[in-house]
T-cell receptor, first 114, second 108 residues
Framework: DVKVTQSSRYLVKRTGEKVFLECVQD?????MFWYRQDPGLGLRLIYF???????EKGDIPEGYSVSREKKERFSLILESASTNQTSMYLC?????????????FGPGTRLTVT | GIQVEQSPPDLILQEGANSTLRCNFS?????LQWFHQNPWGQLINLFY???GTKQNGRLSATTVATERYSLLYISSSQTTDSGVYFC??????????FGAGTILRVKS
């Protein structure tokens, strides 16, 4: 079974702090993604990566950066957390190629910025 | 970009009843997935179904790509089926576009 894990289920941070959200997948997938989910706005893509050290902006990259130094790990960084970044953050991974692009999600991190 | 619409937005069922959830999309797609989001927030993969019909236990799904819709069938519903059901598509590449979801509540 595909397993995607995230470093924390719940996180509380203060405004202005630097925040790291970590995601690890164990299926050797090329692609990894970060989404955020907000009531009334649904799930929106922040960033994705299709290879080590490669990244692409999603729909809402402002205020975020990412890092992918190893294939299995994709980190989301909030350089200076703000209250409007309080949200549910979901990481996903998928293979690439002829087998299709089914995405698998981690359990999510509920981040509260106070 | 591609638009994804799900219906109904809310559904309340008595345990044991059957239901059909619908997903319409505005353009051709190369990937369609159905997910169930449990009360703890995790998205569980139900089906990867860009076309055709698949079944998994009490759940089945059909995608008619030429008519740009997909259906998720839940038979003999159970209280554990409660949660939010999402349809998501990609029109190209790897970016998933999600519908707004259907909130399902199954009463015992």
């Amino acid at each position: 079974d595909v397993k995607v894990t995230q470093s924390s289920r719940y996180l509380v941070k203060r405004t202005g702090e630097k925040v790291f959200l970590e995601c690890v997948q164990d299926m050797d997938h090329e692609n990894m993604f970060w989404y955020r989910q907000d009531p009334g706005l649904g799930l929106r893509l922040i960033y994705f990566s299709y290879d080590v050290k490669m990244k692409e902006k999603g729909d809402i990259p402002e205020g975020y950066s990412v890092s992918r130094e190893k294939k299995e790990r994709f980190s989301l960084i909030l350089e200076s957390a703000s209250t409007n970044q309080t949200s549910m953050y979901l990481c996903a991974s998928s293979p690439t190629g002829a087998g299709g692009y089914e995405q698998y999600f981690g359990p999510g991190t509920r981040l509260t910025v106070t | 970009g591609i638009q994804v619409e799900q219906s109904p937005p809310d559904l309340i069922l008595q345990e044991g009843a059957n239901s059909t959830l619908r997903c319409n999309f505005s353009d051709s797609v190369n990937n369609l997935q159905w997910f169930h989001q449990n009360p703890w927030g995790q998205l569980i993969n139900l089906f990867y179904i860009p076309s055709g019909t698949k079944q998994n236990g009490r759940l089945s799904a059909t995608t008619v790509a030429t008519e740009r819709y997909s259906l998720l069938y839940i038979s003999s519903s159970q209280t554990t089926d409660s949660g939010v059901y999402f349809c998501a598509v990609t029109e190209y590449g790897n970016k998933l576009v999600f519908g707004a979801g259907t909130i399902l509540r199954v009463k015992s």
